[in-house]
Every structure is written in C-alpha cells, then in structure tokens.
C-alpha cells in the first residue's frame, strides 16, 4: 500500500451533539485530520443507508455517523434508529464485498471535542490499514 494514500471521510453529523463538537473542536484548536468531508444533519436517524452508499460511490473510503448519546437525542429516540439502520448498514456492505469497518457509528455530544479528533485520528488510521476502497488501476503504456 502506498504511503501517500489519504482516506476520503465521509461524517454524517447530528445537528445538536456532534456538529458542536466540531465547531468546538475548530474553536478549541484541537488538532485532527483534514480527511474529513462534514454533513449536517438534524439527527442520526435521519442517515439513510443510501446516503452511506452514495458517499461510496461518490470516492469516500470511509463513513462516520455520529449522533448524541443514546437517552439524549433530541427527537426522543433517532440515536436508536441510527444504531438499528448502521447494524443492517454493515451486514449489508458485506454482502456487497466492502468492509464493515468502513462504517462507524460513534456516540460524540457537543461538548466532546477531544472525543472527536480521537475518533477521527483512529478512522484515518484504520481506513489507511484498509486501503483505498475502490483502487485506482494504473494504466501501463
């Protein structure tokens, strides 16, 4: 695998929770990888399975859905919507041939910044152990 592969992230995040701890994270000056591609969402229950599958046919080699902690959703219960569509997500992918280590479903409320720039820091590195998802083919004169 090529040293200079960097990952495409895709990062399904809940308006309330996440995406806070995102501007936290940018306002905090917490460090983390610029591998990342940030979609605001209302809720995590609202990520549809092909939303996931779109990012992979659009070039993501990886897809974060991050939402507020199971008991603190702000729409009662998407946080286990989320958790019940990821759980078939990632069977489904298999079936497909992909990874389901390529998928995550992270827990992440806004004041977790550092929590966030963990999380993105192991994605990159496990997406980068994993390689790109649809490899490029070199063509050969």
């Known amino acids: 695998?090529?040293?200079?592969?960097e990952?495409?992230?895709v990062v399904f995040a809940c308006n309330w929770c996440t995406y806070a701890?995102?501007?936290?994270?940018?306002?905090?000056r917490i460090k983390y990888p610029p591998?990342?591609?940030v979609?605001?969402?209302?809720?995590?229950?609202?990520?549809?399975?092909q939303f996931v599958l779109?990012?992979?046919?659009?070039?993501a080699d990886g897809v974060l859905v991050a939402g507020c902690h199971p008991g603190d959703c702000h729409y009662i219960e998407g946080n286990y919507k989320a958790l019940r569509r990821i759980t078939l997500m990632k069977r489904m992918l298999e079936k497909f041939g992909i990874e389901k280590e390529r998928v995550?479903?992270?827990w992440i409320s806004a004041s977790e910044a550092t929590r966030f720039a963990q999380i993105a820091n192991e994605m990159?590195?496990?997406?980068?152990?994993?390689?790109p998802l649809a490899p490029r083919l070199e063509v050969s004169a």
């Open 54 to 59: 779109e990012a992979f046919r659009n070039g």
């Open 104 to 106: 995550r479903l992270e």
């Open 124 to 131: 990159v590195e496990q997406i980068k152990a994993l390689g």
């Open 39 to 49: 979609i605001k969402v209302m809720c995590s229950g609202r990520v549809d399975p």
């Open 1 to 5: 695998m090529s040293e200079s592969f």
């Open 7 to 9: 990952p495409k992230i």
């Open 35 to 37: 591998n990342f591609l």
């Open 21 to 28: 701890a995102l501007d936290l994270a940018g306002t905090s």
